[in-house]
Nanobody
Framework: QVQLVESGGGAVQARGSLKLSCEVH????????MGWFRQVPGKEREGVAA???????VYADSVKGRFTIAKDRAKKTLYLQMSSLKAEDTAMYYC??????????????????WGQGTQVTVSS
């Protein structure tokens, strides 16, 4: 059984930075995808960034060049470094883990386990 615990959200001004963390409790296959998603009320959950096990990272076009996803296997922690934040980045951010690799790592239905979320609010 996998439990994901996010932290690091908060309020920040536009052009600022935040770093989200996701602690992994339990076992996630080292080759499986892990990702960050975000959601605002009334909208579908959106894929932001993902690590495809052994085969690299994927980003949504809206965050390319501003966000960086990374995984520390020793600490069993997934990170999302967010820079040059914009008001439209305001959302609840969720960490997710799949039980396998996937060709569509930014699609929320590919993931089995989810954290409770951490709120990010960017003021302009």
């Amino acid at each position: 059984q996998v439990q994901l615990v996010e932290s690091g959200g908060g309020a920040v001004q536009a052009r600022g930075s935040l770093k989200l963390s996701c602690e992994v409790h339990g076992n996630v296959d080292s080759g499986a995808c892990m990702g960050w998603f975000r959601q605002v009320p009334g909208k579908e959950r959106e894929g932001v960034a993902a690590i495809r096990g052994f085969s690299g990272t994927v980003y949504a076009d809206s965050v390319k060049g501003r966000f960086t996803i990374a995984k520390d296997r020793a600490k069993k922690t997934l990170y999302l470094q967010m820079s040059s934040l914009k008001a439209e980045d305001t959302a609840m951010y969720y960490c997710a883990a799949a039980d396998r690799q996937t060709f569509t790592p930014l699609v929320w239905s590919q993931y089995n386990d989810w954290g409770q979320g951490t709120q990010v609010t960017v003021s302009s």
